[in-house]
């Protein structure tokens, strides 16, 4: 990173300081604070005058939308009545609900730079943010502005208009389109995959709902993580072209370039040896940061905050030399390198090139963050030493903790402050989220490619570690080993690597886990040496959330409306003080009530498998007659082997064979039916691509339902589907639709889970172990509402090393079950095609336990079936009773929970 760039300061969101905003402008930002009076004589009176009469206005009803859409389908996308098809209604729309967000974003931003409070920055990697359309339409109100006296005070005269989606729906259906078919014009955001990104994005989300000044930044990838196909039960990953057509929700801010630097060596003057004093590196390889922003609405409030996204851009992207001489590959071959870092999400480390890739991916992103931070800072002309007191930066994971070393970089080579003073800027700036407890998953980079590609934060890291260990021996004088395990730098046998977890811990002023078991577990296991050293102050838990607006209101519509109706609550509050679901406890004996929620997942389930006949070349493979009566079993999230997809297919497999078994033993459909009912296993998520086993799970859960479902002996009773490219649109069909959801991960191996929390809020139950939120969940909802089975986290290391000594004999059914795979009932033209799945558990110590569990989990889905099957008045008062207690998990309480106990901010309100 180098020193803020001329174009820089064109940068329009923030003028330097209140007096600087003409008097005109505050009053088209609709903020003229008391206590500014003087107008900016710079700007002539007839401009002035000029730019007040024709100030830009957000529509306020119907017929105003309808203008503004036809505004931007004739002269933005230059199209007419004549050849406006629905992609062209959904960016036409989408411009235009843009249009108001960007108003609201420019007070937003105004308010926030004149009152200048503290804000958040929050760096994470992934934004799973999925489709924007029908998010902003229920984030935003159409309501009048309001109408101002001649100093510039509100008088008050704001008129609520209906809902606003019921508003666009309609003016839409006035101009030919359908808002159904307009929203399925837009694809999911490809900034993300799994639940750190959607975390992430509920956060942006609640942030701007609680008027907390804050920005996310992350990187704008474009293609993706990648596309998931399913191709003879293999996952393919293929090109995510999910910037084929554009993307309507972001503002392209070409004015904002940051040089980034890479490679090359560090120049100091030989009177100045010291690593601590300052220092210029000097880079081999420079790119571009050119910043895309996109407006994240709060609901209830004209509150929008700010997702900054980095796209990489080569300094000199043709070499006209090159292509003159007839070297038409190397003469794009600038472009194509800098291009390459925001391409994918996740580069596969697997190989050299790769891990560089990655490296250099989080360098460039926190790079051109801080400096975005730092220039912001400094136009407030503040102290370096007020930094902390104005700033503060989470780390979403360990992705990001480059921005702390680069920080310290900043400080003392740019502004030349000394080294300690800057360190305690640092560490008083900087807080962690961890979100694992697993060692193998907590990242490491290799020495020699770190300082390869950064050799000044190499030194700084160095450095870092040298003052850190210095203070652990001061009050552990004696404890070498200590001083081993503690240290950033991790002295292997093959090669010394910096663990970047620790280098967070220590450049951070708080830690915190994501739920309450994992926060205890982090301190206890992983990170025990740092507790030891910095005490369990530092360490602190802040259980995950997710947003009702998307996840219920959204995701769920019908559900909402009824919950809406049965509190009596017409304006959905509830939607914001979530405790008020408690209400609905006092129903869970209505009849009428009871009916009401059937039937919404009765229509949810229908909606489902109008999606898996799509997806299944038309072919219906779930019996409509009997939809009601069928359970539908759903585990949707990333495929790995903690997770445990592997032991859900084992225990559908378990449920085929004893089916067939009763079946050959003369029984009856119908006593088979009775034994075991009705039920379709749905699975769906993404293996990473270099991660073999868990793209052979894939492969076993398709080559089972090719089995299944083909079986005519077992009618109906029994299907397997995988939902490919799972994403979050597909989620708000498939979680809504859920009987029962699994949470089966080891114990002890998953941090928090969020999609728990999701299939709760919308009336599922969950099957699950004792881990992560589940623990919380079954605090809030009451253990009677889940049914939890397996060994606990405290038993697992024990277990694992029984393993290691002992033969240990397999679950007869599941070794009858292993059976079958390895003979190759489920490959046929391969039979030991799932031979590593088989071996892992039999031979190779079965790590994630699956055989310690397997016996519970089939006697828990056995508790399953008899209460769906046999007591489904039972089942409903389970499904209402969860929603009424699920309120603590939004992320709302969560981001309150930063504010007060790590961040320090207070929200500002109009």
Excluded at 243 to 251: C, H, K, Q, Y
Aim: charge should be negative; aromatic fraction near 10%.
């Amino acid at each position: 990173m180098v020193s803020t760039s001329t174009a820089n300061d064109m940068i329009t969101e923030e003028p330097s300081s209140p007096r600087q905003i003409p008097r005109l402008t505050r009053r088209l930002t609709g903020f003229l604070p008391n206590e500014i009076k003087s107008i900016d004589t710079m700007i002539p009176l007839k401009s002035r005058a000029l730019w007040n009469k024709h100030q830009v206005k957000k529509f306020t009803d119907g017929e105003d939308f309808q203008d503004r859409f036809i505004d931007h389908v004739e002269t933005t996308l230059a199209r007419s009545l004549y050849n406006c098809d629905d992609l062209a209604a959904y960016e036409a729309t989408s411009m235009s609900i843009r249009d108001n967000l960007i108003i609201d974003w420019n007070k937003t931003q105004q308010k926030f730079t004149t009152r200048d409070p503290k804000r958040v920055y929050y760096l994470s990697l992934e934004f799973l943010m999925g489709r924007a359309l029908d998010n902003a339409l229920i984030n935003m109100d159409i309501k009048d502005e309001e109408t101002k006296d001649s100093t510039g005070d509100s008088n008050n005269t704001e008129k609520p208009k209906e809902d606003s989606r019921k508003v666009i729906s309609g003016a839409l259906d006035e101009l030919g389109f359908k808002l159904e078919d307009v929203l399925e014009q837009e694809p999911d955001a490809g900034l993300g995959n799994g639940g750190l990104g959607r975390l992430a994005a509920c956060f942006v989300d609640s942030m701007a709902t609680e008027n907390i000044p804050a920005w996310g930044y992350g990187l704008r990838y474009q293609y993706g993580i990648f596309a998931q196909k399913i191709i003879d039960g293999y996952q393919v990953e293929t090109p995510d072209y999910w910037l084929n057509f554009g993307n309507a929700w972001e503002i392209e801010r070409n004015e904002v370039q940051i040089p980034v630097t890479f490679y090359g060596y560090v120049d100091r003057p030989e009177s100045k040896s010291s690593t601590l004093e300052p220092a210029q590196w000097i880079g081999s390889e420079r790119v571009l940061a050119v910043a895309y922003d996109f407006p994240v609405p709060g609901f209830k409030t004209n509150n929008v905050n700010n997702l900054r996204l980095w796209q990489a851009r080569p300094t000199t992207e043709f070499d006209f030399a090159k292509f003159n001489s007839g070297d038409y590959k190397n003469s794009v071959a600038q472009q194509q390198r800098a291009e390459s870092i925001t391409a994918c999400l996740y580069p596969n480390d697997n190989f050299e090139q790769g891990k560089e890739l990655r490296l250099k991916q989080q360098y460039f992103w926190c790079a051109a963050s801080l400096h975005d931070i730092v220039r912001r800072f400094k136009k407030s002309k503040r102290p370096w030493s007020e930094f902390p007191d104005q700033i503060a930066i989470q780390l979403n994971d360990t992705h990001p903790t480059l921005a702390i070393v680069e920080l310290q970089r900043v400080l003392v080579d740019s502004e030349k402050l000394d080294w300690h003073e800057a360190w305690d800027i640092v560490t008083h700036t900087f807080s962690y989220t961890n979100h694992t407890v697993m060692q193998e998953a907590l990242e490491k980079w290799p020495i020699s490619l770190f300082g390869h590609l950064l050799p000044r934060h190499l030194e700084i890291i160095y450095d870092i570690n040298w003052f850190f260990l210095k203070d652990v021996a001061k009050k552990f004088p004696k404890d070498m080993d200590l001083l081993s395990r503690i240290s950033i730098i991790e002295e292997s046998n093959s090669e010394r690597q910096i663990r970047m977890a620790f280098l967070a811990i220590v450049g951070s002023h708080k830690v915190n886990g994501v739920a309450e078991l994992h926060s205890e577990l982090i301190k206890t296991t992983i990170f025990a040496d740092f507790v030891k050293f910095y005490g369990p102050s530092k360490f602190v838990n802040v259980t995950n959330g997710i947003t009702p607006r998307r996840w219920l209101k959204q995701a769920n519509p019908k559900l909402a409306a009824l919950i809406s109706k049965t509190l009596n609550d017409p304006n959905e509050d509830y939607l914001l003080n979530m405790a008020n679901l408690t209400e609905l406890s006092k129903f869970v004996d209505n009849k009428d009530f009871q009916k009401e929620w059937d039937e919404v997942k009765l229509h949810n389930k229908i909606r489902l498998a109008d999606l898996i006949k799509k997806l299944n070349d038309g072919v219906d493979i779930i019996d409509r007659e009997h939809i009601n009566e069928t359970l539908f079993d759903i585990q949707v999230k990333r495929i790995h082997e903690y997770k445990r997809q592997q032991m859900n297919i084992f225990g559908v497999i378990y449920r085929y064979l004893a089916m067939k078994t009763m079946l050959e033993n003369g029984a009856a459909i119908e006593e088979v039916a009775k034994k075991f009912p009705r039920k379709v296993s749905i699975f769906g998520g993404k293996s990473a691509p270099g991660y073999y086993m868990a793209k052979l799970i894939i492969k076993l859960i398709n080559s089972v339902a090719e089995v299944v479902n083909n079986d005519p002996e077992i009618e109906d009773l029994l299907k397997v589907f995988f939902i490919p490219e799972y994403n979050v649109s597909k989620a708000e069909i498939i979680i809504p639709a859920s009987d029962l959801s699994e949470h089966i991960s080891t114990a002890g191996t998953e941090a928090s889970g969020t999609s728990n929390m999701k299939f709760v809020m919308n009336g599922g139950l969950i099957i699950g172990t004792v881990d992560g939120a589940n623990v919380e969940i079954t605090r809030e909802i009451g253990e009677d509402n889940i049914f939890l089975f397996g060994n606990l986290s405290e038993n697992v290391e024990e277990l694992r090393y029984n393993h290691q000594v002992h033969t240990q004999d397999l679950p007869a059914d599941l070794e009858k079950v292993l059976e079958y795979v390895a003979n190759g009932t489920f490959s046929p033209e391969n039979p030991n095609e799932f031979k590593p799945l088989v071996d892992g558990i039999k031979h190779h110590g079965d790590y994630y336990l699956v055989s310690d569990d397997f016996d519970s989990y089939i006697a828990t889905q056995e508790l399953v079936d008899q209460v769906f099957h046999e007591n489904k008045d039972e089942w409903l008062k389970k499904s209402i009773l969860s929603v009424a207690n699920i309120g603590f998990f939004s992320s709302d309480r969560c981001i309150e929970e930063y504010a007060d106990t790590i961040w320090n901010v207070e929200p500002v309100k109009n």
